[in-house]
């Protein structure tokens, strides 16, 4: 629980207050001094009687009893002023704006955690070190500006760079976004991203607490505690949206499988978000305009009406709202539209886009939003497109829709892009409460990423009945390392994913009988395959269509010689489309399953989709049609379709295998051949790492 005394103190003080407001003591006495906050201030430097009309004393013993302190001092004095502070002034809320702890020197991180060590032993708080503070409606404790407006329904706003905050409060603020909050949590030496995340979620409180989070993430030092809290406030009625920089940097593992190559830190944070129910941002305008969207009534259906006096930015935004999965249908036919085109001036249009000239007045811009609102049932939502060549004032435009959006059921979204032209009447438009999209494809990308989002996964899944007493015995049994065929066949046996059945031979006599004993010929063509080298097909090692005894020899003699083949793996041939599934485990994330087309294919194309475990058989089913290559597991052109069902029931079986045995730190299914009848796999590695 974060302490009552760093969210709403009745006592401040600035230790290293400073009269220069170009320096961070300066700065954040003024920034505090015009905040709303009503307690009591105190200042400390020694060189200082009083500093911007307060009471300066020369050291913090000198201090009466505080609540809250702010840093500003050099690093190796702050852990001495903590221990004052917290032992005998009473203090429980700090933050610390200095830098030069754990992020520049190991002397620093001993530092770091002493203070840490001192705040925990109180029971307080800490914000910090090395960063531009935190605020919230009580107070600014802050260096930074700009300070926004701070509104108990505006944007709760998490993120680990006070001077990337700095960029996405001014972008946020132009355009009318409110804050109720704003936590620059540093180095997260005590509280970080996580921390505050869950102190939202236990204080949540549907009718006074802010509804839109805001976070912006270098590092995720707790996937699982973020899942759980970004679920539960998301099922609460929350809506979360995040950038996680830096997942280019971490590339892919060196790893030996096609999972290990695709599993990025990167592919983990996507399937964090997906499972949790976060928007995921790439920059900050996306992520500022996402959490704007927001801000507005929520979108229930994914059609829009996009109403517009100037043609160019209309079919632009329908371009980006269609490529994204929402429909801006055609209403030209519909009954509706006669009457109201007759209320347009000449030459205007109403086939969606709705297109009521340059010269459209805000009258008849009332009778098109009243029309969607009221006569257009199969329209979800509308964008208003509305500018200015700069001959006259919109006010009146804006005034009114003003008043729509305060009428309508259905949300509606302002585009008002002539910032310049028309700034006071924006400005006066914002003043309402309102918040403009200046950039419509901006605003399209950001509607389709917010309807795309699934809803949090469910906290408790059912999974498939797995044989979990066979899958411990043989992961108890085995060493680390790669499995060998037939203790990994049990696993996949007892965990009831389909495979196909084969036989390792290392004498060509074996290979032969084999062979007999299926009955081998071009009805029952064989697969050869090495059992040793990883990559099976580049030294030559996988033989296809083996139909008499002859063959089986020669091949046998072939493949048995190839380096690190130390056997020949056969079974009978089977037919399908290639499909993959593949798992590996991340220390901190957990289990990561990956399934899409498979075969060579999933060397080039890459085109698989990634869940954390669990995952169910629906979820995966689900999200099996957002590959690229979905068309082609319907089958087309002739080709059989891939049994989807069966697919996703491997899937949720492979989960279940890795959750049953978290020792599996990397297995790759690939390929399994699925066509109507069965989706089976063809070949499969399994490495434990106890």
Known sequence: MIAKELLNPRSIVICGASSDIHKPGGKSLKNLLESPFKGAVYAVNPKETEVQGVK??????????????????????????????????????????????????????????????????VGGSLIGPNCTGFLNVNYAGCFDTPIPPLDPKGVDFITGSG????????????????????????NSAQLGIEDVLEHLDETFDPEKSSHVIMLYMEKIGDPQRLLKHSRSLINKGCHIAAIKSGGSAAGSRAASSHTGALATNDAAVDALFQKAGIVRCNNR????????????????????????????????????????????PSLKDHPASPALLAKLFGGSSVGNPIDFLATGTAEQLGYI????????????????????????????????????????????????????????????????????????????????????TPKPQPEHVETPTIDVARIRATVDRCEDGYMEIADYNELLDAAGISRKKSVEVSKKEDALAFAKEVGCSKDVPLVMKVVGPLHKSDVGGVTLGVKDLDTVAKEF?????????????????????????GAIRDPKFGHQIFFGLGGIFIEVLKDVQSALAPITAA?????????????????????????????????????????AAPEIAEMDLNPLLGNPRYVTAVDARIRLEK
Not at 76 to 101: M, N, P
Not at 308 to 313: D, F, K, M, R
Not at 395 to 419: A, G, N, Q, R
């Open 619 to 659: 979820e995966a089913k689900e999200m099996l049609k957002k590959l690229r290559g979905y068309k082609i597991l319907e089958g087309v052109r002739g080709q059989e379709a891939v049994n989807l069902d069966l697919y996703a029931e491997q899937v949720a079986r492979v989960s279940a295998l890795v959750q």
């Open 369 to 452: 939003i009243d029309t969607v609102e009221n006569e257009y049932t199969d329209i979800d939502f509308s964008v208003v497109i509305f500018g200015s060549p700069g001959l006259f004032s919109n006010k009146e435009v804006y005034d009114l829709l003003d008043e729509k959006m305060k009428t309508c059921k259905k949300p509606i979204f302002p585009v008002l892009p002539s910032i310049i032209n028309v700034k006071d009447e924006i400005n006066d438009f914002i003043a309402k409460g309102r918040i403009n999209f200046p950039e419509e494809c901006v605003l399209g990308n950001a509607i389709c990423k917010v309807y795309n």
């Open 163 to 186: 001077a990337t905050a700095v960029f996405i409060k001014e972008y946020g603020m132009s355009n009318g976004l409110k804050f109720n909050s704003v936590w620059a949590v540093g």
């Open 56 to 121: 300066c004393f020369a050291k913090v013993e000198d201090l009466p009893q505080v609540d809250c302190a702010i840093l500003c001092i050099a690093a190796k004095f702050c852990a001495q002023t903590v221990d004052v502070l917290a032992k005998e002034k009473g203090c429980k809320g700090f933050i610390i704006v200095s830098a030069g702890f754990s992020e520049e020197s190991h002397e620093g991180a001993e530092i770091e955690q002493h203070i840490v060590d001192t705040i925990n032993s």
């Open 285 to 328: 305008q996306e992520l500022t305009t996402v959490c704007a969207v927001f801000m507005h009534p929520e979108i229930k259906g994914n059609r829009c009406a996009v109403i517009t006096h100037a043609g160019g930015p209309a079919v632009m935004l329908t371009d980006v709202l269609s490529n994204g999965g929402i429909e801006v």
């Open 557 to 581: 003699d072939r493949l048995i010689v190839i380096p690190e083949t130390y056997a020949v793996e056969m079974y009978p041939m089977l037919d399908g489309t290639d499909v993959y599934i």
